[in-house]
């Protein structure tokens, strides 16, 4: 049986998770640099990032934003889209090698509209060292819980722990 995903109603400002890691490689780099045509010397020319900068090459600072957005388990059942990505900052530099994870905490919600609402999450990348190497507000759209005339789990599925949130247990998004 498929557990109950976390619905806004039973969200609570300061529930948080921490994501598994992720390893930035060669190819994420030259890849995202392919993709984006941002080539600059910095991620893309080894003698000229070893001279220059950061003392070697480096990932993008979108690409590691988006890994952020990757690696926090998203549960399509309850999460409908991204409204806005506010207030990046870029602390350090993620080299090639290094392992960056993400730690997310429910910093705000609002009600939408009946079937669902606003929830804006604190992202907090780390490294491999536990430095922050960048942060962010993410604001995505979430499914508010089904009304019973609207397909919603009964008896036992519908059950959850009382008093407990859904991300106590670090199922932030799944």
């Avoid at 030259?30 to 941002?38: C, I, K, N, R």
């Amino acid at each position: 049986m498929r557990e109950a995903p976390p619905y806004f109603d039973s969200l609570r400002i300061g529930d948080s998770m921490e994501s598994s890691g992720r390893t930035v490689t060669e190819f994420d780099v030259v890849s995202f640099a392919a993709l984006t045509g941002d080539w600059h010397p910095q991620h893309a020319d080894a003698a000229w990032a070893a001279r220059n900068g950061f003392g070697r090459r480096i990932a993008h600072g979108m690409l590691v934003l988006s890994y952020a957005l990757g690696l926090l388990p998203i549960d399509p059942r309850v999460v409908v889209a991204l409204r806005s990505m506010d207030r990046a900052v870029l602390k350090r530099p993620v080299a090639i090698g290094d392992s960056i994870r993400v730690r997310a905490q429910v910093a705000e919600k609002r009600t939408l509209d009946p079937g669902t609402g606003l929830v804006t999450l604190a992202i907090r990348i780390v490294n491999q060292g536990d430095a922050l190497v960048a942060r962010f507000e993410m604001t995505v759209i979430w499914r508010r819980e089904p009304g019973p005339d609207e397909g919603a789990a009964t008896g036992a599925e519908a059950e959850e722990e009382p008093g407990v949130s859904p991300l106590q247990d670090g199922r932030l998004l799944a």
